[in-house]
């Protein structure tokens, strides 16, 4: 979703820096790619703040989310994003959105970029045993579908979340609005683009058999 649909990594990269600033971290670019960068907060908060609590984690999560949430309330979507959505759905393609966000991130991103009704099933870090760079994710949103993993094409943009769905076996389309293609590419992608204007759903699918 982050980096997929909207660019919004740069969005979360200045609340997480809000958020942190009071206590003595600065988020830089190379901080955010470390520390960050498709991630599951409660991660992130814990690597930060050893000692913290699974619950204590999830509320510094919650509130950061929240001021994301306020401080971002329309988004742009990615170029070619609603084209290429309204060819899968010509096709009778199904769309899943798998993402290390919580459920209130996903429906507000969602409802920003006017895609609240095009998504079949929304799997949320909240619903699976672990998020990316696990395969849980991805094998849930399979399960749902009655999907093997090569009938799926995945789109993501960061080592997490390519870790995630290739470790569930599904190829992958690397989306460079955090990583250059060549890095995307070098970490599993079987294809790398910018946006969705450099996509050809036909081809996609021809390729991926």
């Known amino acids: 979703m982050d980096g997929t649909l909207a660019a919004t990594d740069p969005l979360h990269a200045e609340v997480f820096a809000d958020v942190l600033a009071p206590h ?3 988020v830089d670019h190379d ?10 907060n409660r991660l992130i908060f814990q690597e930060l703040f050893p000692g913290l ?3 204590e984690a999830d509320a510094m999560s919650d509130a950061k989310e929240a001021a994301f949430r306020a401080a971002y309330p329309a988004l742009d979507p990615l170029p070619g994003l609603h084209d290429f959505i309204d060819a899968a759905s010509a096709q009778g393609l199904r769309l899943a959105l798998v ?7 996903a429906d507000h991103v969602l409802s920003a970029l006017g895609l609240a009704a095009r998504f079949a099933e929304i799997v949320t870090v909240d619903v ?4 990316k760079p696990h395969p849980d994710p991805y094998q849930e949103a399979l399960r749902r579908f009655g999907l093997a993993p090569h009938q799926a094409i995945a789109f993501e ?13 599904v190829p992958t389309v690397g989306l460079a ?7 995307l590419q070098a970490l599993g ?3 790398a683009a910018p946006d969705y204007l450099g996509l050809s759903l036909p081809a996609l699918l021809a390729e991926a058999g």
């Open 24 to 26: 003595g971290f600065t």
């Open 31 to 40: 901080f955010y790619q470390r520390q960050i960068a498709g991630r599951t």
């Open 53 to 55: 609590s699974a619950a």
């Open 99 to 105: 993402t290390n966000a919580p459920r209130a991130n």
């Open 128 to 131: 699976v045993p672990r998020g």
């Open 157 to 169: 943009d960061s080592p997490t979340g390519l870790r995630a769905a290739l470790a569930a076996g």
């Open 177 to 183: 609005t955090t990583l250059t293609a060549e890095a």
């Open 189 to 191: 992608a079987r294809w």
